[in-house]
T-cell receptor
Framework: DGGITQSPKYLFRKEGQNVTLSCEQNLNHDAMYWYRQDPGQGLRLIYYSQIVNDFQKGDIAEGYSVSREKKESFPLTVTSAQKNPTAFYLC???????????????FGPGTRLTVL | AQKVTQAQTEISVVEKEDVTLDCVYE???????LFWYKQPPSGELVFLIRRNSFDEQNEISGRYSWNFQKSTSSFNFTITASQVVDSAVYFCALSEHDSSASKIIFGSGTRLSIRP
């Protein structure tokens, strides 16, 4: 089945530790995205990538880092510099079939990160 | 600036009632895209619909229908004969001004509870 997988589903981290969240897609999508969701709020964009080996900061990139070495994978590292990392993290991808216009984003199941 | 407003934070209705979720947007673009997503308790965002600004026809998909009105900058979502399985958070979203990266901005969501 084609889709987006995120692992782990739940993640616990001690303060001061870096942690990496996995996101893999087998949809052959070019673009991938990371969002953060806090309770009762909408989604905020952390980083996005339109093509392999290229990525851009979103609205709340401070304290996060990403890489895009393969088309299928877009891991997110939450560093110790992120002041309040406890949140629900969602990964998405889109096909970029259009030279203009906005393609639909499809989402993974999310990772819930808790800092102890 | 681009903005999506979902004024209804929470709605609770009894099963089989019809319910409408409101979405009002602001954009300076003449071409833009609107989306609705459903987030059930599991957390994954499920894509429901994508609509471009040139297509003002209302759309119906089973018990779901969408009313797009450019004159009032609204893209409302109606569930007919609601069911308990419709309980979720629903997000309305709008394409960002620079849509080449298929970036979208989300409203804060409406939590819908369907009581048996």
């Amino acid at each position: 089945d084609g889709g987006i997988t995120q692992s782990p589903k739940y993640l616990f981290r001690k303060e001061g530790q870096n942690v990496t969240l996995s996101c893999e897609q087998n949809l052959n999508h070019d673009a991938m995205y990371w969002y953060r969701q806090d309770p009762g709020q909408g989604l905020r964009l952390i980083y996005y990538s339109q093509i392999v080996n290229d990525f851009q900061k979103g609205d709340i990139a401070e304290g996060y880092s990403v890489s895009r070495e393969k088309k299928e994978s877009f891991p997110l590292t939450v560093t110790s510099a992120q002041k309040n990392p406890t949140a629900f993290y969602l990964c998405a991808s889109s096909p970029r079939t259009r030279t203009s216009g906005t393609d639909t984003q499809y989402f993974g199941p999310g990772t819930r990160l808790t800092v102890l | 600036a681009q903005k999506v407003t979902q004024a209804q934070t929470e709605i609770s209705v009894v099963e089989k009632e019809d319910v409408t979720l409101d979405c009002v947007y602001e954009t300076r673009d003449t071409t833009y895209y609107l989306f609705w997503y459903k987030q059930p308790p599991s957390g994954e965002l499920v894509f429901l619909i994508r609509r471009n600004s040139f297509d003002e026809q209302n759309e119906i998909s089973g018990r779901y229908s969408w009313n797009f009105q450019k004159s009032t900058s609204s893209f409302n979502f109606t569930i007919t004969a609601s069911q308990v399985v419709d309980s979720a958070v629903y997000f309305c979203a709008l394409s960002e001004h620079d849509s080449s990266a298929s970036k979208i901005i989300f409203g804060s969501g409406t939590r819908l509870s369907i009581r048996p």
